[in-house]
């Protein structure tokens, strides 16, 4: 087995919610099931995604939930659930769900360990079209002695910054988990994803909720190329290489023919060391002045 390819598992599924009273007051889909049936449905994928020999199991923005405003579920629910199939499958499992407090609501996402532990919980820093989500206050990376997990949600994906941030925090793979009702944008947003790849030097991950009559946009990209995609319901399939993404990191652009690569490595090298310390620093300020709250 080779100790530097871990695959990842990105789930695209038919998503049920009644309303999006979390998100927006008004109806979306008054015949659809109980969200209950997203939580049944994820714990299949999981168990699916595990035989098939994926390590990682990664769900869209909000899945399974809760979502809606009359949902039967609470993330404290879809936690326990979930943390219970991960220690079942020895999977990582990353899902997404409202998370209420006293001021309001977050949009969160989650890690979850092979042993049912939370791993940590991103929430969305940049709400998107008027969303009445309370604003996340840190970026997140987590290390699972394989990997290094960054996180960003939905149109998150647009903005540089937020990538290249995760990168500057040693991330190998950033999760960009999306809601729905892409449309038009797909074509356009695939690109961005692919952009945030390549000039970040990271494999990027995501997938959307089946809501309406739109196609999927499940995909896994590498700095060099497309690794999988599909605009159907079900699980897509990729492979993370550590090594390959090493070579690309640390060697030097080489005018040869045919190159060894399709894309050009290095990119982050041509930042400045001074450059590179100062955003180090006020990382590590950031992660002190947390960790003494």
Not at 21 to 34: N, R, S, T, V, Y
Not at 91 to 110: D, Q
Not at 237 to 266: C, F, W
């Amino acid at each position: 087995m080779n100790e530097n390819i871990h695959r990842v598992a990105v789930v695209q599924p038919y998503t049920y919610s009644r309303t999006w009273g979390l998100i927006f007051p008004f109806p979306f889909d008054e015949d659809a099931p109980p969200e209950t049936q997203n939580l049944e449905d994820a714990l299949g994928y999981i168990a699916q995604a595990a035989e098939a020999g994926a390590r990682y199991v990664a769900f869209p923005e909000m899945y399974p939930g809760p979502m809606s405003s009359d949902s039967p579920l609470t993330l404290d629910l879809v936690t326990e659930r979930l943390a219970d199939q991960a220690r079942s499958s020895k999977v990582w499992v990353l899902y997404g769900g409202a998370e209420a407090v006293a001021g309001g609501l977050y949009n969160t996402y989650s890690v979850l360990t092979p042993q049912g532990e939370l791993a940590g919980r991103y929430r969305k820093m940049i709400p998107a079209c008027g969303e009445p989500w309370l604003e996340g206050e840190q970026p997140i990376v987590i290390d699972t002695g394989e990997l290094k997990l960054g996180i960003a949600i939905c149109w998150e994906a647009w903005f540089p910054e937020i990538a290249r941030t995760l990168m500057f925090m040693g991330a190998d793979v950033i999760f960009f988990p999306t809601g729905a009702l892409v449309y038009e944008l797909a074509p356009r947003w695939e690109q961005i994803l692919a952009a945030r790849a390549a000039e970040n030097m990271v494999y990027t991950v995501a997938s959307v909720n089946l809501l309406a009559m739109e196609p999927g946009m499940a995909v896994i990209h590498s700095p060099e190329e497309r690794v999988a995609h599909s605009t159907e319901p079900g699980i897509v399939y990729g492979n993370i290489d550590t090594a390959r993404l090493a070579y690309l990191r640390h060697t030097d652009e080489q005018l040869m023919v045919p190159k060894k690569y399709r894309s050009i490595p290095g990119l982050t090298r041509a930042l400045r060391p001074e450059l590179l310390k100062t955003l180090e620093h006020g990382r590590d300020a950031a992660m002190v002045a947390e960790a003494q709250k």
